[in-house]
């Protein structure tokens, strides 16, 4: 269906706007009410922290993101796990390669881990609003945080339906909640719009030199505006590049507008609960209640794009063999991303929950917030030196080290978070790293344990077997990871059981390194009564084996699949083996029909 240009242009910005901007667009809610609650608000430390969230947008997201990050893309897809995609096929086999494979695992983690605390802040904060609403001054923290959870469990619970449908009221509700913020920043400048020289770099650099060391640490707090800038890179398969970029314009503007209006308000008014709020309360009184509203919408929607975000990233781990199959549901008819992981989105819920529990306030939580953000940035700086210097766009490698300097000093400031409420980032990231690198290496340890073998000494014994004529009636299908490397159960059923139909087909899945492409061949004759059929998919491909088993005239009358039935004194492998006893196997994943499954027990000494 082809749009003008006009409307596609408008369309692409709007959805943008909802779909990608949810987590930087909330950011003011709780950004500077965090950093003057520590920081004195005299002139000159307002000018000095306004300087630096204009410089940390501008060089964080629209150097590293929408400049530097968003021009390495595979066929529009972004985020972590590409970036290890593009430097696997330019780096040779090697050392470096494992360290790219670490960093592409870390910063999945860390993604994962700031998916929980993303909505714990965004709602918390847009609640704690209610205690400015008059009448409503004395509600206690315990209520709010009920508020905010049964806000939570809500939008977790609603999930299985899929984003498809409620998607098209996201970007209008967005692109309202920007102009809301930068009206309201305008009229707040005109008080003190001396404030805008506040954009030379100049102030950033006398903060510093004012306040000595104290000043790098205040860096933890400023790295809050820029929270939610990497899914200008990670979202950029579900829109596309330039419609984020134009997008990112007008919210850029946005928050630099709210932020200086924060300020100007901050130096009539001095600290108080919440600077957003307290500013909106002063300009607008009878439109408190229904900004509130739009406020509690906003961090909604934050929180639901957050989490359309981990699915993404677990199904992108899912079929690149990095993490364990899950049961994925596909919510959209035509639009690949929208999918529900049932046991990921409970267990977020269930996290999100007890952050907000733990920490009890915003303003605590934000002392957690942002270590997983600046390790994502750090990862994906020291990915993008690496592809730049091997490419013909060498002259962005200076740009990209300076960009990756400046995440790194933002991280080290960030480090004074982890003994108060950092750690936990840490901990939520450790969940999945663990499962990562014990199931990765689980896997590898598994396949050599098992000691398939190679089609030529299979077919010695097979054809001999086959040619007896006492094969059973009909096709019977073996799954297999390759066609040519024949597994134990295989052997069993054939050489030892012999159990042998008259046509027997090899099916085997391989994801490719791309996001998208769907590619099937049907491979005759290898030996008697024996056929191959490969399955090239990339890793954020749905396939429907059985449409393409009929799409190449196979019926099936039985379809066999191995189960693994591991004996082990190892830890990690004992862990490994419950990780596989509790997730579906191969054939539950690509939902093959029950009736005509046969699972096959190998036992295997790891």
């Given amino acids: 269906m082809k749009t003008g240009g006009a409307d596609s242009f408008w369309g692409g910005i709007v959805k943008s706007m909802g779909l990608v901007f949810g987590d930087i667009g909330t950011s003011p809610i709780y950004t500077l009410t965090v950093i003057f609650a520590l920081t004195r608000p005299t002139v000159d430390n307002i000018l000095g922290i306004l300087s630096l969230v204009f410089w940390t947008l501008t060089i964080l997201v629209s150097a590293e993101y929408a400049w530097l990050a968003m021009n390495l893309g595979r066929k529009g897809e972004g985020g972590t796990i590409v970036l290890k995609e593009i430097l696997v096929r330019l780096l040779k086999p090697g050392r470096k390669i494992a360290f790219v494979g670490f960093l592409s695992f870390l910063g999945v983690s860390l993604l994962l881990g700031d998916g929980v605390i993303t909505p714990a802040i965004s709602i918390l904060s847009a609640v704690e609003g209610m205690v400015l609403i008059p009448g409503l001054e004395n509600l206690s923290q315990g209520t709010l945080i009920l508020i905010a959870a049964i806000i939570a469990v809500v939008l977790f619970i609603f999930q299985f339906l899929g984003t498809d449908k409620v998607a098209v009221a996201f970007g209008p509700i967005m692109v309202v909640w920007f102009i809301s913020l930068t009206l309201s920043g305008l009229v707040s400048i005109a008080t003190h719009p001396e404030l805008i020289k506040a954009i030379s770099p100049w102030y950033a650099v006398k903060f510093f030199r004012d306040n000595g060391f104290s000043a790098f640490f205040v860096l933890s707090e400023v790295i809050l505006c820029a929270t939610g800038g990497e899914a200008l890179y990670a979202d950029m398969g579900h829109l596309g590049r330039r419609p984020i970029i134009h997008a990112w314009y007008f919210t850029f503007c946005a928050l630099i507008i709210n932020y200086f209006g924060q300020g100007a308000y901050l130096l009539s008014h001095g600290t108080g609960k919440n600077l957003l709020f307290g500013m909106i309360l002063w300009e607008a009184p009878v439109l408190y209640i229904p900004f509130l509203i739009l406020t509690i919408l ?230 008697p009564g024996l ?34 039935d591991i004996a082990t004194g190892n830890p990690a492998w004992r862990i490994f083996s419950v990780i596989k006893r509790l997730t579906p196997n191969f054939v539950q994943f690509n939902k093959l029909p029950a009736s005509k499954l046969q699972g096959v027990v190998t036992r295997v000494e790891m």
């Fill in 531 to 564: 056929d191959a059929f490969e399955v090239r998919a990339g890793y954020m491909e749905v396939v429907d084996i059985e449409k393409l088993l009929k799409k190449h005239d196979i019926h099936e009358k039985v379809i066999f699949y191995g189960v693994e």
């Fill in 298 to 527: 906003a961090t909604i929607i934050a929180s639901q794009a957050m989490i359309s975000g981990v699915f993404s990233i677990v199904y992108q781990g899912i079929t690149t063999r990095i993490m364990p199959l899950m049961k994925v549901d596909y919510t959209s008819s035509h639009l690949k991303s929208q999918i529900y992981i049932g046991s990921v989105n409970w267990l977020m819920m269930c996290l999100v929950i007890f952050i907000m529990l733990i920490f009890r306030r915003s303003e605590n939580l934000a002392a957690a917030y942002g270590l997983a953000v600046t390790g994502t940035m750090t990862i994906t700086g020291i990915m993008m030196v690496m592809i730049y210097s091997r490419t013909n766009k060498k002259w962005k490698v200076p740009f990209a080290v300076v960009v990756t300097l400046a995440d790194i000093v933002f991280l080290l400031a960030c480090t004074n978070k982890i003994p108060h409420g950092g750690y936990w980032s840490i901990i939520l990231a450790a969940i999945p790293f663990t499962t990562i690198i014990i199931w990765t290496r689980g896997q590898r340890a598994l396949y050599r344990a098992l000691k398939p073998l190679d089609i030529d000494t299979f077919l010695f014994s097979y054809e001999q077997i086959y040619a007896k004529g006492k094969n059973i009636p009909g096709t019977g299908l073996f799954f297999t990871r390759e066609w040519n490397i024949v597994p134990p159960y295989v052997v069993h059923c054939f050489i030892r059981s012999n159990i042998i139909y008259e046509r027997n087909v090899f099916i085997s899945v391989i994801r490719s390194d791309e996001p998208f492409g769907l590619k099937s061949q049907l491979k005759m004759g290898i030996g």
